[in-house]
């Protein structure tokens, strides 16, 4: 896999205290890039202020495996414990169905497109 492959996180700081955080993810969320993704989320969930949401911008994602779903799972659940909202932007037609598959489409607010 390349490395423009890699999901590469930018999170961007908002202005105000509720505004969001967007992560924008490039390339597959699988086995070889989940340890990017979750210390990308990680670290954009520990800059974020309270109450601010979590955007993953997916729009250049096309492909999640397993190991990529329990990474957006594992950053929900973390998201949640620390007063944040995880959502998922602009997902590709493989990830609704993944998370239709395993019963986690209702764990993450959905946006056709990325906010803003």
Do not use: K, W
């Amino acid at each position: 896999m390349a490395a423009e492959d890699a999901p590469v996180p930018e999170p961007a700081a908002g202005t105000g205290h509720h505004d969001p955080y967007v992560v924008r993810v490039t390339g597959d969320m699988d086995l070889d890039h989940a340890g990017e993704l979750r210390q990308t989320l990680a670290a954009a969930l520990a800059q974020a202020p309270e109450g601010a949401e979590i955007i993953v911008d997916l729009r250049n994602s096309s492909f999640c495996d397993s190991a990529g779903l329990n990474t957006l799972l594992d950053a929900r659940r973390q998201a949640a414990r620390t007063g944040h909202v995880l959502r998922l932007a602009a997902p590709s037609h493989q990830l609704l169905r993944l998370l239709e598959l395993t019963g986690s489409s209702g764990s993450f607010p959905l946006d056709a497109t990325v906010p803003g």
